[in-house]
Nanobody, 117 residues
Framework: QVQLVESGGGLVQAGGSLRLSCAASRTITGPSVTSWYRQAPRKQRELVASITSADIIIYEDPAKGRFTISRGDAKNTVYLQMSSLKAEDTGVYSC???????????WGQGTQVTVSS
């Protein structure tokens, strides 16, 4: 079992920045991927960005040009640096860790990001 703990959410004005963290209690053996998802009120959860255990990074449209995903030195923590935040970035941000993006694996409890316009 792997526990994921997200942190760093909060209330920020439009144009501001936040850095989210996703800390895993342990790493799994073999190739893996850590992904950030978000879910806005009354909308489906959407993939934001992913980083593999080989440090291959994939950004989805909501993140391109504004968000940066990275891994900490300890390798069990993944960050999502979010800049130029917009009201539409508001939602619960959750991280997923497993062998495939969003499938099986482990989910964190989520952290709320609220961007005021």
């Amino acid at each position: 079992q792997v526990q994921l703990v997200e942190s760093g959410g909060g209330l920020v004005q439009a144009g501001g920045s936040l850095r989210l963290s996703c800390a895993a209690s342990r790493t799994i053996t073999g190739p893996s991927v850590t992904s950030w998802y978000r879910q806005a009120p009354r909308k489906q959860r959407e993939l934001v960005a992913s980083i593999t255990s080989a440090d291959i990074i994939i950004y989805e449209d909501p993140a391109k040009g504004r968000f940066t995903i990275s891994r900490g030195d300890a390798k069990n923590t993944v960050y999502l640096q979010m800049s130029s935040l917009k009201a539409e970035d508001t939602g619960v941000y959750s991280c997923h860790y497993g062998t495939r993006r969003g499938v099986g694996g482990y989910w964190g409890q989520g952290t709320q990001v609220t961007v005021s316009s």
